[in-house]
Structure formats: structure tokens, C-alpha cells
């Protein structure tokens, strides 16, 4: 199997240099050509312009801005040569089959043996796309589709042709997967892969209903949106966001390419209502947020910013009317109450999917190999939550079969074929899907892709409480996790981390901290501190961060490897819990920060400790020790997070020796990997002390806040918070000669905590933080 | 009592912190190529200079392990020459001009190289490690207070407003966009080499700087405040240099002669408003002179800030018609240990060139100070 160590991407494009910025994000170096523009001084203009841009995007296309000096840029004519040691070319160039033909002969004659070369086409099909080109070619040859913008997509749909080598194939799916995090899909080489095959599909369903069942814009993105599982954007906010104007584009192509049976190319009709609106709108410039507006516009007549809304009959804007529909509301209870909802909004449900699962249903077995893959490119290709086969399955396929008999449309024979029973299901413990043969096959569970539910299938927890579990994840491995709203840390959760910490006593020889959860931990529940503290009840504030510190100090100190898997946001308590693991794998995509100034607390369990600490061991900073203890001391005072595992390990959040796991799908198996790797020798960490400078840091510290006060910048009580934390971090009444425990610093946190949480502003901050979600600037 | 005579001026082009040509290159390196130049140029015989003495404001990282000593072995001296730093933060190098004459005047000496260097770009300003006396911040916070801060407080103690602080600014930048297109800069910059690097004009000049440019800007250190980036010297990288000999030395070697020095001044004053500094200081240095405002036809002040500038303008009643002739620090930068070397250097060459019989030059220094020299024709 060929290994991809290097990459080149022809084309810096959008998707050309968005696929170019996340190989680098992957640590692999990557060539970003493209053509020379005509009259340029620089004939690699476009590719350092790609990077440039990409520098200044948002969201960004690079996990750290460091990532940009593993792409090289050059140009098609000068630097072919470039391609002669890459291990797979991935083409993004115009979508005429002339260009990429000539293209691909060039490429032809210089790549390496062995290399694999791809097209990101989303619109040819790849039997065309060899035509004409050499045996060597079309051997390497495969298509890799990815969905922009490349590095938040998961989706990567990859095609082989008849000649394709399996193991070019295999290479592709193995660094798509493990490199670049994606969920590789292999779709059949037909119009539209798996995700736009379905998705145009349902994006021109979900708009021509919508007119035809008489809802306004805002009703039908209210139904196609949350209430079936998809983005609030539903879809005509999404048509504003993709841009309108690519749609006649899109349909074209499609319809260029698929059979005149196709329920597309039945119903499609660029002359209708749908058409001509979407036409006139593009006429006049209204192609989305990129133009002057779209399906949504805001304008700003009499100085007053209005939203507004097309009405979709007379193609006019009016101010925005929030939807109203009980269908809509009905979503809590079920898709199936949805669809059975009287009104408007229900039977517009009831359009759409009646339409879009039949045609998944009934193209299903030509475009894919599985269910499965159909589901998962729908959920990653266009973040469903729930992917066509499991919207069946929660409508029930024989409810549904008789729901169209009922309405008199055909019942596709995959939905006959599936009966009473459903898509998916659990048969002796074992999670299985319905094959296109009409059987029954085990989900595979690969040993490096495992989720806790396919551990936690059939199994009873070692232990259990109402905020967090124990789990046997194998190889005498024991798995915590959390499982309170949104994995707050409340009572409960300290308990099992207490539990955990004796796990070996149980025969256990490693931990892992993590589960299947979108959010690691998003810290304390601070409701319940907003509780006491109305109360008064100061002892039990103090004894709770007192079991905190305990717990995690346990979990620290404990006679066996702990690692904490972090995906998602791992936030105040969430990252402490993070900071006292011996190591952290992180998904990459994981957001980490102590940002307890936002309720207006500094963080208490431990992690001003590990913070000031990763900052004054570090062996290659500068000397004194102020430049740490300030790098410390703004990384809390301003909440700063890390958006990804990248930024997080310059915040110190995550240190040089823990792990990155680019694909989520894969983090526990590498959580698990890792601590068993540490299993033989484990030697418990040593205690760390300090020499921390006392009242002159404070001096220092406090010099720095008067000024962004004055600037500003902070508000007075920011800068309450921040003596606070400066007391924390200078360790307190100390001196430089003096050595400061972990203990003490525990100390000082919880009383810096109590302090705080006795002031009034920052149980304003709490309350506000609950309220609305955000922080008081008070 | 010796005479003592400043017998050459030299100095790199000042540019921007961290964004201009000088970022890139070492502190040492920049002074080392400035005296270099000026030891060539004076035709000083290297073998009789007693002291390098440097100025610096931040005398650690590159500019650190007694710099002065470093340069002179950088500069190419003889081994001889003995190397000292000198910290008064932004009197620094006018410190050291004032100590060579001091020495000269004791005997201790006959030829001095003066200097001061500053990278605001490579040693931050506050320096790596600051480690403030906690007992003094509690009962004495101002000891510690940031520029800005002391520049907001004289803007208001004066009501200075903004308008009268840009014109400050304006002026300046007009001034030294001037002079830097008469090629009235060309006798005194050196142009720095380094590796790939060459540096050879003033980076800091804005000249479109107008009130509707400055107006945009946002306060800079307070947020009702009037003080802004604008109208505030900008950090700056640079070095400079002067020769100081006794006045029979020069002759007897035949150096070229700038100016005499007249007499000199320190002074403290509070530290929040340590920009009025120069006002004491000057006053001192013309009592000791035997002089009035008056009589002075150069007059170099330091340009930290714009509101400073006025209060001092102010309070000594300057003729601002005799004042910073092709621009101050405003424009052409502060690189806070080069600057005092550069103004009287400046206000030395001045007198030359004007034809003019008496100088000034002072400035304001951080902590609550100022610094002042009066120079005369020779």
C-alpha cells in the first residue's frame, strides 16, 4: 500500500488550496500549483494569494497559522517537477474534462511510480475522466470528493474506477481517515456521488414544496430544519449561504448526467416558479450573503437594520416573520410527529420525505455498497442528524410503506424488501444493518475506530451514578464517562473520579477518560454554586471544590496511567480534569480553555496549579520567571481558548507529549492505545514545587491590569478577578526563595474562589452566564 | 576648567519596532556599525578614546553583559577602550555625554564615544523579567506608571485637547518629511548592513499626516483619554552616537568641532507627570549657563508625547519657531536610549548649520525626571 507522505494539489481554488491547508493541518507537506496568470510578476501568484487569503479566513481552513509553511506554492509550468516525490496528486482544477485531461498527461510524465493521482470533481464521472489516458494512469486514478470548506466537512467521498488498484484505493481511505480525520465513503461511480445524488435531490424538493404547499421561507426552514435533524439553516437560509447562483449550475450538471427516469430529471423544471424566482434573483444580484441577499436580506433603510424575507409568490421582500407552526414544535416528540402533524407544516414534512427517502430508498444499492455509507455521507456530506435510513427507521418502514400506498405513490422495493423490520437493529448484542440482498450484517467494530456504545452494547457498567459511569473497554482498561447535561461536574461526577482513581484495585491497569459525547466537559455546574451562594452556604461551595481538588489530585497521583480522551469543548473544570491526566489525546478539532473569569471565579480545581506550573517548568522559555507567570496569568485572565488541539498546545492547555487524534471516530482507541502503552514501568508523576515570586508578581501583575483598565479594555471587576488570580499565581505570601507546593496552590485557588463567589458582581456574571449562555461584562 | 567639545554626531536611520528595517537586526550590531562610522569620519585616533559609554534603556536580552563593552569589540576599537552602560531610561545617552564631560573636566580622559542604542523590537519595553518593589507599588503606585498614563495626566492637567496635541504631531511629521526629502538627514545617518539587510532612511515618518488622519485614531491608554498613537513617539529601533573630546584635544588633533558645552542638568519631578521633567532641568541648566530661554536659537525637545511637548513648551515659554528644526521623536521615533545622544548631537550640528551661537536640548524620563544641555557655537 502506497504511503502518502507528501501531497501536491493542482488548483488553489477554493476547494484546491481548502484541501491544500488541511493536508498541512494533518503535518503533511503539501504543493499548492496552479496556472501562471496572464500578466503577472509572480508566476505562483495564485497559489501564495490562496495561502494569503486563507491566512485571514474564517472559519479558518488552518488548525494553527503555522500550518501555512508546509504548503509550497508554485505554478503549473515551472514546478511539475515538484510532483516526482509526491505520493498522491490530488487534482482540483476547472470542471472541463479537456483541461483535466491535458492536465493529467502532464502529470503523467513526471509523477513517481506508485503515486496516486485523484480528481476532486464533484460532476464527472470517472469512467470519463480516464478516457484516453495511459493503463499506468488509470490504475492510479480514483476520485476523492471532498465538501467545502475541507477541514470542518467530514464527508470524503472516494470513487475507484473498473481499473483503479485496490491498494491506491486502500491508501487513500487510510489517510483520509486517519490523517485527515474524514469519513471516507466509497460511492459508485454514478452522477452526483452519494451526498449531492441526494442532496440536490432534496434541496430542490425541500424549495418546490415549500411553494407549492404555500409556506414562507421561514416556515419551511423551521420543518426542514431542527425538526428533522437538519442545520437551522434548513435550506433556503443554506441556498443564501452556498450561494443561489450556483444552483442552475448544479441542476444542469446533474441533469446533463443522469437518466431522463430519474425522479430529478422528472420533476426538475427550470421554467416554473422556482426556476424563474431563482433566476430573477440571480439576475439582480441577489446570489446570497456573498451578493446582495438572498432568500434573506437585511437592509438598512431608515437607519434601522431590518431583516427581511422574499415572499416566495411575489418574489418581493417583506420584514422577516417568525414561523409559528405546531408541526414545527411537534419535532420534540419525534419525526413521526412531525409528519403526522395537521397543518401546513406537517404535510410540507411529509412532501419532503415522502419524496427524498423513497428516491434514497430506491438509488440506494446503485450508488453505494451499503446503507451505511448512505447514511454516513448524509450525515457528514450535509450534517443531517440523522441520515435517510435512520429517518426510516424512526418513521418505521412498514408506517411509511403504508403511508404511501395510503397516498397512492410506489413503494420502493428496498422499503418492501425491509418489512416489518427496521434498517438497523441489535441482535444478541450485536449491532446489524440491512444489506441490499435483503439480509441482516454485523456492523463492523474496527479495533482502532470503536465508539463506547459499541462497548457499552450488552455490557453492564463496573459502576454507575447519575452523572458518570465506569466502563470495561477491554485489555484491562477501565473507561469514565461522563454523562450529566452537557457533562457538567457536579457532586456525582467528583464521587466517580474518586472511584476511578482506585479502579486498580479492580484488577484494572489503565484509565481512560471519555466517551461518545459531542462536549468533553463544559466545567462546573454553576447553577448549583449560583444555589449555595444564595443561600449562604458557604461550606458546602468550600467542600465541593475541596472534593474537586481531591478527586483530581487522586487521579493525578494515581498508580496507574490515566488519559483523558477531549473532544469537543473541554472547558473550566472540563480542561482541569484534562490538565491532571498524565496524557490528553485530543481530537484536533477540540476547543480547550480555563475561562472561569467569565462567571467571574478563577478556576479552582487545580488548574492555576498545572497551568502555572506548565509554564514555569518549561525549559525553553526565557529566564525570570515573570515572562511565564504572565503568559499564565493572561492565558486565564482573558479565557483564552483553543480552537483546535493546535492552538491548545500553545496555550500549554495541552503539552508536547500528549497525543492528537484527527478523526473523533478514532479517539478512544487511541486514548485506549496510549495508556496501555504506559502500562509497563508506569511510575506515578513526581510532585512539582515552585519558586514563585510572591507580592512582586502581584506588583507586576497589577500593572499590568491598571492599564487595560484605563485602556478600556478590562472592567473594574475584571480587575477584582484578576487579583485574585494574581494571588493564585504569584503563590501567594511567598518569596522567591521560597518553594511552593501543589498543595498550597490548591489552597490559594479555593480561596481566591470563595473570595470571589461572595462578591455580588460575580454572582451577577453566574446568573447572566445562565440566563443567556454569555458573559456579563460587569 | 576644561573645555569640552562635541566633535561629530552620527546615528542609524530610526524605524519602526517590529515592523520596520532595524527589526531584524541585533541592537549591538546597529550601534557597533553607527560608532564605527563616526570614529572613521571624526578621524578620532582609536587608540585615545578613554570610554565608550552607552546608553540604553533596557539593558538586558541583546542589549545586556555590559553592552558598551560588546560594542566596542563589535566596533572594531582597540582593546584599550573601556566599555560602560548607562541606564537613565530615556536620557540614557545624554547621561553619557554628560559623564565624558564630567570625566573630561576631572582629567579622567580626553576623547569619548557617547552613545545609545535602543531595539524596542527585540528587548520589549518593561524589559523580559520586571520585578516592581512590592511595598513601594502599594504605597507609591506612580512609581511604576505606564508613559501614556503620565501623558493623559498632563494633557489634562494643562487642558491640552486633542486638536492642539495633533497640530504637535502634524508639524513634526512635516517638519522631518521635509527635511528627509532635502536630504537634510544624509550627514548624519549611517547605513546599517546586515547580511542580506540594508538600512538606510527614517521609517517612522507618516507625511500625509494631517488632523482628518490623526482624528481617526483611537485613544490609546485611556479610554476618555485625548493621547493616542498618533500623537505619542512611536516605538522605535535605532542607535546613535557623538564624539565628546576636550576642546584642546580636538584642536590639537584637528577634529571638526560642532559645539561646546555649556553646562548640563538633571532634575526629578513627579513621576505621573514625569513629562514636565524638562522644564526643571532646562531651568537649571540656563541658571548654571548664566542664561534665559531667551537667549537660546536651538532648542531640541524631546517629543515623547505631544501633550508633554506643550506643557513644556508652556512652562519654559519656547519660541516653538527655534524648536526641533527638521522634526522630533514623534516622527522620526524614540528608540529610548539612542535619544539623548541624538538630540544633542542634533542641536550640535544644528548650530552649524544655522550659524546660531546656543543650543538646548533636553527631555522628560520615565519614573519622573528630565535631562538638559546647553551647547554654544565654537
Same mark, same amino acid.
Given at each position: 500500500m502506497t504511503e502518502i507522505k507528501k501531497v501536491a494539489v493542482l488548483g488553489a481554488g477554493v476547494m484546491g488550496s481548502g484541501i491544500a491547508a488541511h493536508v498541512a493541518n494533518a503535518g503533511v507537506p503539501v504543493v499548492l500549483l496552479d496556472i501562471v496568470p496572464k500578466g503577472a510578476n509572480d508566476r505562483s501568484a495564485l497559489a501564495k494569494g490562496a495561502i494569503d487569503r486563507m491566512l485571514k479566513q474564517k472559519p479558518a481552513p488552518f488548525m494553527h497559522k503555522k500550518n501555512a509553511r508546509l504548503i509550497t506554492p508554485g505554478n503549473l509550468e515551472d514546478d511539475l517537477s515538484a510532483l516526482a516525490d509526491c505520493d498522491w496528486i490530488c487534482e482540483a482544477v476547472l470542471e472541463d474534462p479537456t483541461v483535466k485531461h491535458d492536465l493529467y498527461k502532464r502529470v503523467e510524465d513526471v509523477r513517481k511510480d506508485g503515486s496516486i493521482v485523484t480528481s476532486n470533481t464533484s460532476t464527472i464521472p470517472l469512467e470519463k475522466?480516464?478516457?484516453?489516458?495511459?493503463?499506468?494512469?488509470? =490504475?492510479?486514478?480514483?476520485? %476523492?470528493?471532498?465538501?467545502?470548506?475541507?477541514?470542518?466537512?467530514?464527508?470524503?467521498?472516494?470513487?475507484?474506477?473498473?481499473?483503479?488498484?485496490?491498494?491506491?484505493?486502500?491508501?487513500?481511505?487510510?489517510?483520509?481517515?486517519?490523517?485527515?480525520?474524514?469519513?471516507?465513503?466509497?460511492?459508485?461511480?454514478?452522477?452526483?456521488?452519494?451526498?449531492?445524488?441526494?442532496?440536490?435531490?432534496?434541496?430542490?424538493?425541500?424549495?418546490?414544496?415549500?411553494?407549492e404547499l404555500g409556506l414562507t421561507v421561514e416556515e419551511a426552514d423551521s420543518i426542514v430544519g431542527r425538526p428533522l435533524g437538519i442545520p437551522k439553516t434548513g435550506i433556503f437560509a443554506l441556498g443564501d449561504l452556498t450561494g443561489i447562483d450556483l444552483a442552475p449550475h448544479i441542476n444542469a450538471s446533474m441533469l446533463r448526467l443522469l437518466p431522463e427516469t430519474d425522479a430529478f430529471a422528472l420533476e426538475f423544471n427550470p421554467k416554473d416558479t422556482l426556476g424563474t424566482l431563482i433566476g430573477g434573483m440571480i439576475e439582480k444580484g441577489y446570489t446570497g450573503r456573498k451578493g446582495k441577499g438572498g432568500f434573506y436580506r437585511r437592509t438598512n433603510e431608515a437607519g434601522e437594520k431590518v431583516r427581511e424575507a422574499l415572499d416566495l409568490t411575489t418574489g418581493e421582500y417583506r420584514p422577516e416573520q417568525k414561523a409559528n407552526l405546531g408541526s414545527a414544535r411537534a419535532g420534540r416528540k419525534g419525526l413521526r410527529a412531525v409528519v403526522e402533524h395537521e397543518d401546513k407544516g406537517g404535510q410540507y414534512a411529509w412532501a419532503v420525505l415522502s419524496k427524498v427517502l423513497s428516491y434514497t430508498a430506491e438509488h440506494a444499492a446503485d450508488i453505494s455498497d451499503s446503507i451505511r455509507d448512505v447514511d454516513a455521507a448524509m450525515r457528514t456530506g450535509y450534517a443531517w442528524k440523522w441520515g435517510p435510513f435512520e429517518q426510516l427507521d424512526m418513521l418505521g418502514p412498514k408506517w411509511f410503506a403504508e403511508k404511501l400506498k395510503a397516498d397512492g405513490l410506489p413503494v420502493p422495493a428496498l422499503i418492501e424488501k425491509v418489512g416489518d423490520g427496521n434498517f438497523y437493529r441489535e441482535e444478541n448484542g450485536v449491532a446489524e444493518y440491512f444489506t441490499y440482498d435483503g439480509s441482516y450484517a454485523a456492523v463492523p467494530v474496527p479495533d482502532d475506530a470503536w465508539q463506547l456504545a459499541d462497548r457499552k452494547r450488552g455490557a453492564e457498567p463496573i459502576m454507575r451514578n447519575g452523572s458518570a459511569s465506569l466502563w470495561d473497554v477491554g485489555d484491562g482498561v477501565a473507561c469514565l464517562e461522563l454523562h450529566s447535561k452537557m457533562n457538567a461536574i457536579d457532586n456525582d461526577t467528583v464521587a466517580m473520579f474518586a472511584k476511578a482513581a482506585q479502579i486498580d484495585k479492580q484488577g484494572y491497569k489503565a484509565l481512560i477518560i471519555g466517551g461518545d459525547y459531542d462536549n468533553f466537559s463544559v466545567g462546573a455546574n454553576v447553577g448549583v454554586v449560583l444555589f449555595a451562594a444564595n443561600a449562604a452556604m458557604w461550606p458546602v461551595v468550600d467542600q465541593g471544590i475541596g472534593a474537586l481538588q481531591d478527586a483530581l489530585m487522586k487521579l493525578k497521583y494515581a498508580k496507574f496511567p490515566v488519559v483523558a480522551a477531549v473532544a469537543g469543548m473541554a472547558l473550566g473544570g472540563g480542561c482541569e480534569i484534562a490538565l491532571h491526566a498524565d496524557v490528553v489525546q485530543a481530537h484536533a478539532e477540540s476547543y480547550m480553555g480555563l475561562v472561569e473569569v467569565g462567571v467571574g471565579v478563577i478556576p479552582a480545581g487545580g488548574g492555576c496549579k498545572e497551568l502555572v506550573t506548565r509554564w514555569m517548568t518549561e525549559k525553553k522559555r526565557p529566564g525570570g520567571p515573570l515572562p511565564a507567570l504572565s503568559q499564565a496569568f493572561e492565558t486565564i485572565a482573558t479565557a483564552k481558548v483553543g480552537t483546535s488541539a493546535a492552538e491548545s498546545r500553545e496555550l500549554k492547555f495541552l503539552r508536547r507529549s500528549d497525543g492528537i487524534t484527527m478523526n473523533r471516530d478514532r479517539l478512544l482507541a487511541d486514548a485506549k492505545a496510549r495508556a496501555l502503552s504506559m502500562v509497563d514501568g508506569y511510575a506515578t508523576p513526581e510532585p512539582v514545587v515552585l519558586?514563585?515570586?510572591?507580592?512582586?508578581?502581584?506588583?507586576?501583575?497589577?500593572?499590568?491590569?491598571?492599564?487595560?483598565?484605563?485602556?478600556? =479594555?478590562? %472592567?473594574?471587576?475584571?480587575?477584582?478577578?484578576?487579583?485574585?488570580?494574581?494571588?493564585?499565581?504569584?503563590?501567594?505570601?511567598?518569596?522567591?526563595?521560597?518553594?511552593? +507546593?501543589?498543595?498550597?496552590?490548591?489552597?490559594?485557588?479555593?480561596?481566591?474562589?470563595?473570595?470571589?463567589?461572595?462578591?455580588?458582581? +460575580?454572582?451577577?456574571?453566574?446568573?447572566?452566564?445562565?440566563? %443567556?449562555?454569555?458573559?456579563?461584562?460587569? | 576648567?576644561?573645555?569640552?567639545?562635541?566633535?561629530?554626531?552620527?546615528?542609524?536611520?530610526?524605524?519602526?519596532?517590529?515592523?520596520?528595517?532595524?527589526?531584524?537586526?541585533?541592537?549591538?550590531?546597529?550601534?557597533?556599525?553607527?560608532?564605527?562610522?563616526?570614529?572613521?569620519?571624526?578621524?578620532?585616533?582609536?587608540?585615545?578614546?578613554?570610554?565608550?559609554?552607552?546608553?540604553?534603556?533596557?539593558?538586558?536580552?541583546?542589549?545586556?553583559?555590559?553592552?558598551?563593552?560588546?560594542?566596542?569589540?563589535?566596533?572594531?576599537?582597540?582593546?584599550?577602550?573601556?566599555?560602560?552602560?548607562?541606564?537613565?531610561?530615556?536620557?540614557?545617552?545624554?547621561?553619557?555625554?554628560?559623564?565624558?564631560?564630567?570625566?573630561?573636566?576631572?582629567?579622567?580622559?580626553?576623547?569619548?564615544?557617547?552613545?545609545?542604542?535602543e531595539s524596542m523590537t527585540r528587548v520589549p519595553m518593561g524589559g523580559y523579567n520586571p520585578m516592581p518593589h512590592p511595598g513601594l507599588y502599594q504605597e507609591m503606585p506612580d512609581a511604576y506608571i505606564g508613559m501614556g498614563e503620565t501623558a493623559e495626566n498632563l494633557a489634562r492637567k494643562y487642558q491640552i485637547d486633542r486638536k492642539a496635541q495633533q497640530e504637535v504631531a502634524v508639524e513634526s511629521h512635516r517638519k522631518a518629511a521635509a527635511a528627509q526629502a532635502a536630504g537634510k538627514f544624509a550627514d548624519e545617518i549611517v547605513t546599517i548592513v546586515d547580511g542580506k539587510i540594508t538600512v538606510e532612511a527614517d521609517g517612522c515618518i507618516r507625511p500625509d499626516t494631517s488632523q482628518e488622519t490623526l482624528d481617526g485614531l483611537k485613544p490609546a491608554f485611556s479610554a476618555d483619554g485625548s493621547v493616542t498613537a498618533g500623537t505619542s513617539s512611536p516605538l522605535t529601533d535605532g542607535a546613535t552616537a557623538v564624539l565628546v573630546t576636550s576642546e584642546d584635544y580636538a584642536k590639537a588633533h584637528g577634529l571638526k568641532m560642532l559645539a561646546r558645552i555649556k553646562s548640563v542638568a538633571v532634575a526629578g519631578c513627579a513621576p505621573e507627570i514625569m513629562g514636565i521633567g524638562p522644564v526643571p532641568a532646562t531651568q537649571k541648566a540656563l541658571d548654571r549657563a548664566g542664561l534665559k530661554i531667551g537667549d537660546i536659537d536651538i532648542i531640541e525637545l524631546n517629543e515623547a508625547f505631544a501633550s508633554q511637548a506643550l506643557a513644556v513648551i508652556h512652562d519654559v515659554g519656547i519660541d516653538q519657531s527655534k524648536m526641533n528644526l527638521d522634526g522630533g521623536a514623534i516622527a522620526l521615533g524614540h528608540p529610548l536610549g539612542a535619544t539623548g545622544a541624538r538630540i544633542t548631537g542634533k542641536a550640535a550640528a544644528l548650530l552649524q548649520r544655522e550659524g546660531k551661537q546656543l543650543a538646548l536640548a533636553t527631555q522628560c524620563i520615565g519614573g519622573g525626571q528630565g535631562i538638559a544641555t546647553v551647547l554654544e557655537a565654537v
Open positions: 475522466l480516464v478516457e484516453g489516458q495511459s493503463d499506468r494512469f488509470a =490504475k492510479d486514478f480514483a476520485i %476523492t470528493h471532498f465538501f467545502n470548506p475541507p477541514r470542518y466537512m467530514r464527508l470524503l467521498e472516494v470513487v475507484g474506477g473498473k481499473a483503479t488498484r485496490p491498494g491506491a484505493l486502500d491508501a487513500l481511505r487510510q489517510f483520509g481517515e486517519v490523517d485527515l480525520g474524514k469519513q471516507v465513503v466509497v460511492c459508485h461511480d454514478t452522477p452526483g456521488f452519494i451526498g449531492n445524488r441526494i442532496g440536490i435531490y432534496w434541496s430542490f424538493v425541500a424549495m418546490s414544496q415549500a411553494i519558586n514563585l515570586p510572591g507580592a512582586t508578581a502581584r506588583a507586576a501583575m497589577g500593572l499590568a491590569v491598571t492599564s487595560l483598565v484605563a485602556q478600556g =479594555k478590562a %472592567t473594574a471587576y475584571d480587575a477584582v478577578v484578576a487579583g485574585e488570580l494574581g494571588q493564585v499565581l504569584s503563590g501567594g505570601d511567598t518569596d522567591i526563595v521560597d518553594e511552593v +507546593t501543589e498543595k498550597q496552590l490548591l489552597s490559594l485557588e479555593r480561596q481566591a474562589f470563595l473570595t470571589l463567589v461572595k462578591k455580588t458582581p +460575580t454572582l451577577d456574571r453566574i446568573e447572566h452566564m445562565l440566563e %443567556t449562555g454569555r458573559p456579563l461584562r460587569n | 576648567m576644561k573645555n569640552v567639545v562635541i566633535a561629530g554626531y552620527k546615528r542609524s536611520a530610526l524605524t519602526p519596532a517590529n515592523r520596520g528595517e532595524l527589526a531584524r537586526v541585533r541592537p549591538d550590531e546597529t550601534a557597533a556599525q553607527v560608532i564605527k562610522a563616526l570614529v572613521a569620519e571624526t578621524g578620532v585616533e582609536p587608540s585615545d578614546i578613554e570610554d565608550l559609554i552607552m546608553g540604553c534603556a533596557f539593558p538586558e536580552g541583546e542589549q545586556g553583559l555590559n553592552v558598551a563593552r560588546m560594542v566596542v569589540f563589535l566596533a572594531g576599537l582597540p582593546q584599550t577602550v573601556a566599555g560602560t552602560t548607562v541606564n537613565r531610561f530615556c536620557g540614557s545617552s545624554m547621561q553619557s555625554i554628560h559623564m565624558a564631560a564630567g570625566a573630561i573636566q576631572l582629567g579622567a580622559g580626553e576623547a569619548f564615544i557617547c552613545a545609545g542604542m
